[in-house]
């Protein structure tokens, strides 16, 4: 069985940071797409950051160019998410979702991930 267990959320102040984990158990990240999202209550799931862990390239949202970084731990069967510079409006729920395609136009499309988390939540307060 697929599972995808995000952890690392919390509350923290606005320019503060934070790491997220993406663990995998039943399934390798091994030349999957990893991708972060993220929903805002009242806002759609959107995009954050992937990764293709057979190549290392990763794509990020422009909105968190700069201040998030996406990494893979190929040991641990992991994928982090750190989070700089903390805004207000990065507060949502955040998840990981997994695809074992070997390419992606879109990397940050929510319909191209097969595999999901349940997700982790992360408040920014001013």
């Known amino acids: 069985q697929v599972q995808l267990v995000e952890s690392g959320g919390g509350s923290v102040q606005a320019g503060g940071s934070l790491r997220l984990s993406c663990a995998a158990s039943?399934?390798?990240?091994?030349?999957?797409?990893v991708g972060w999202f993220r929903q805002a209550p009242g806002k759609e799931r959107e995009g954050v950051a992937a990764i293709y862990t057979g190549s290392g390239n990763t794509y990020y949202a422009d909105s968190v160019k700069g201040r998030f970084t996406i990494s893979q731990d190929n040991a641990k069967n992991t994928v982090y998410l750190q989070m700089n510079s903390l805004k207000p409006e990065d507060t949502a729920m955040y998840y990981c979702a997994a695809t074992p395609r070997s390419w992606l136009r879109l990397p940050l499309t929510i319909t191209a991930y097969n595999y999901w988390g349940q997700g982790t939540q992360v408040t920014v307060s001013s």
């Open positions: 039943g399934y390798t990240l091994t030349k999957n797409y």
